[in-house]
């Protein structure tokens, strides 16, 4: 049981350039969410799955793309990067049950230079 | 979702009770309210949550106000461990089970 995983761990991006993170859950949760946080800063939601299939937008969704096409993965994508994307990247799942805490992966380190 | 509000920093001495504040004061009915850490830069680890009562676990107390506008974790003993930047939130089922971070608390445990 490996809880919340993220691929990669760290990545450098040139401007311009994309790229893919990927999350995946091995506890069947419903809910998937991709995070962004910048030095100093709170986590920033920027977008989320409530099911297979489903994605909707969060707090700051521009320059990203999401996709679950699986209900174990949930990807973020990055078409264009740019500086400004330059953050830690955290995705989180839990169940639909309201109740529920929140499992969070260990994050993705990317540097767009 | 309700904003919450908390101390930017406070230290705490090792081996004594820490005592985080959080202000919530336009939270819902349905909204229920979460504790999150975060040491150094891992992902958040979750600690306690609650509706109305106080709850309790191996890690924390949450006292919750009977209006239900502020609430306060409590780390019965404070170790060096628990240095770690707490994040207050309230989360609403309603809208996607959100969990919508502020800034949080930094927290320093000293010797």
């Known amino acids: 049981n490996a809880g919340v995983t993220q691929t990669p761990k760290f990545r450098v991006l040139k401007t311009g350039q994309s790229m893919t993170l990927l999350c995946a859950q091995d506890?069947?949760?419903?809910?998937m969410y991709w995070y962004r946080q910048d030095p100093g800063m709170g986590l920033r939601l920027i977008h989320y799955?409530?099911?297979?299939?489903?994605?909707a937008k969060g707090e700051v969704p521009d320059g990203y793309n999401v996709s679950r096409l699986k209900k174990q993965n949930f990807l973020l994508g990055l078409e264009s990067a740019a500086p400004s994307q330059t953050s830690v990247y955290f995705c989180a799942t839990q169940t639909d049950t309201g109740q529920d805490r929140g499992y969070f992966g260990p994050g993705t380190r990317l540097l767009v230079l | 979702d309700a904003k919450t509000t908390q101390p930017t920093s406070m230290d705490c001495a090792e081996g004594r009770a820490a005592n985080l504040p959080c202000n919530h004061s336009?939270?819902?009915?349905?909204?229920?309210v979460y504790w999150y850490r975060q040491i150094h830069s891992q992902g958040p680890q979750y600690i306690i949550h609650?509706?109305?009562n106080n709850e309790t676990n191996e890690m924390a107390s949450l006292i919750i106000t009977e209006d239900r506008k502020s609430s306060t974790l409590i780390l019965p003993h404070a170790t060096l461990r628990d240095t770690a930047v707490y994040y207050c939130?309230?989360?609403?089922?309603?809208?996607?089970?959100?969990?919508?971070f502020g800034g949080g608390t930094r927290v320093l445990v000293k010797p």
């Open positions: 799955s409530v099911g297979e299939g489903t994605t």
């Open positions: 336009t939270i819902s009915g349905n909204e229920y």
């Open positions: 506890m069947n949760h419903e809910y």
């Open positions: 609650g509706l109305k």
């Open positions: 939130i309230v989360r609403n089922r309603a809208a996607g089970n959100k969990l919508t």
